[in-house]
């Protein structure tokens, strides 16, 4: 019994798990806490889902350039989608800051550097609702949509449209961030005007001992509030991130 394999649907082979690779690794929707096992199971699965025969680049020059450009296309279509992801550390950030959580913050190895309480919560109750809703079948949708835009042995010619979208983006997350977080800042921000008050009229007693208890437990108490908010924020990140996936590569497709 001889096994055949087929050159160009190899190549193809090669050139979809080089496009889910770069989006695996430059998507926070596979963060580092995620196994390595898991992350190149999905690396594989995707990639034979997209894998198709290739007739152009079967040569040394035309695969090395070939599989550049995927894994170019995939990095960005995973930066660009990731974006919006990021307003929950955002909100959570701005809540451990009013809160006087900062000081707290430790190595959170989903994200790769220092992040804080409620930044940690806020990003993984945002990821874990981005995959019970489906995220992870979008994404597969984004990506077959990109392979039948960008041929896996096509070429790209990127525009300007790029670097708006990212500072579009970039702003957007910064105020939905902002505006998830509100009720919790509000509330701290009341605080710290009481607690001014207080030390005021009462110089005495040791507003900072008081306050800082105090303001970990209305943010505690106004958690519901801002989680509350968190259904509508997911379902609009996954509206971002299918808008991002279409204008990535329209953008990209030049």
Same mark, same amino acid.
């Given at each position: $019994?001889?096994?055949?394999?087929?050159?160009?649907?190899?190549?193809?082979?090669? =050139?979809?798990?080089?496009? #889910?690779? +770069?989006?695996?690794?430059? /998507?926070? =929707?596979?963060?580092?806490?995620? &196994? $390595? &096992?898991?992350?190149?199971?999905?690396?594989?699965?995707?990639?034979?889902?997209?894998?198709? &025969?290739?007739?152009?680049?079967?040569?040394?020059? +035309?695969?090395? %350039?070939?599989? #550049?450009?995927?894994?170019?296309?995939?990095?960005?279509?995973? *930066?660009?989608?990731?974006?919006?992801?990021?307003?929950?550390?955002?909100?959570?950030?701005?809540?451990?800051?009013?809160?006087?959580?900062?000081?707290?913050?430790? *190595?959170?190895?989903?994200?790769?550097?220092?992040?804080?309480?409620?930044?940690?919560? =806020?990003?993984?109750?945002?990821?874990?609702? =981005?995959?019970?809703?489906?995220?992870?079948?979008? !994404?597969?949708?984004?990506?077959?949509? %990109? #392979?039948?835009?960008?041929?896996?042995?096509?070429?790209?010619?990127?525009?300007?449209?790029?670097?708006? $979208?990212?500072?579009?983006?970039? %702003?957007?997350?910064?105020?939905?961030?902002?505006?998830? /977080?509100?009720?919790?800042?509000?509330?701290?921000?009341?605080?710290?005007? !009481?607690?001014?008050?207080?030390?005021?009229?009462?110089?005495?007693?040791?507003?900072?001992?008081?306050?800082?208890?105090?303001?970990?437990?209305?943010?505690?108490?106004?958690?519901? #509030?801002?989680? $509350?908010?968190? &259904?509508?924020?997911?379902?609009?990140?996954?509206?971002? !991130?299918?808008?991002?996936?279409?204008?990535?590569?329209?953008?990209?497709?030049?």
């Amino acid at each position: $019994m001889t096994l055949a394999l087929d050159a160009n649907w190899m190549a193809g082979l090669l =050139f979809a798990m080089t496009r #889910v690779a +770069g989006f695996v690794v430059a /998507s926070p =929707f596979f963060p580092r806490s995620v &196994p $390595m &096992p898991a992350r190149v199971a999905v690396v594989m699965t995707l990639g034979f889902f997209l894998a198709s &025969p290739v007739t152009n680049g079967t040569d040394v020059v +035309g695969l090395i %350039s070939s599989a #550049v450009m995927n894994a170019a296309i995939g990095i960005t279509l995973g *930066f660009l989608t990731g974006l919006m992801f990021h307003l929950f550390a955002v909100a959570g950030g701005l809540v451990d800051f009013s809160a006087g959580l900062s000081a707290g913050a430790i *190595f959170d190895p989903s994200l790769g550097e220092q992040s804080t309480v409620f930044e940690r919560m =806020f990003s993984l109750t945002a990821l874990t609702m =981005f995959y019970v809703l489906g995220g992870l079948g979008l !994404v597969a949708t984004g990506l077959a949509g %990109s #392979v039948r835009a960008i041929a896996l042995d096509g070429s790209i010619a990127p525009d300007g449209q790029l670097a708006d $979208m990212a500072v579009q983006a970039l %702003s957007r997350f910064l105020a939905v961030g902002l505006e998830i /977080s509100m009720p919790a800042v509000a509330a701290l921000f009341l605080i710290e005007v !009481v607690l001014a008050l207080a030390s005021r009229f009462a110089p005495q007693a040791n507003v900072f001992l008081l306050g800082m208890p105090l303001k970990i437990l209305v943010a505690l108490g106004t958690l519901g #509030v801002v989680t $509350m908010i968190f &259904p509508e924020a997911v379902d609009g990140l996954m509206a971002a !991130v299918r808008d991002a996936f279409n204008d990535g590569v329209i953008a990209l497709r030049g």
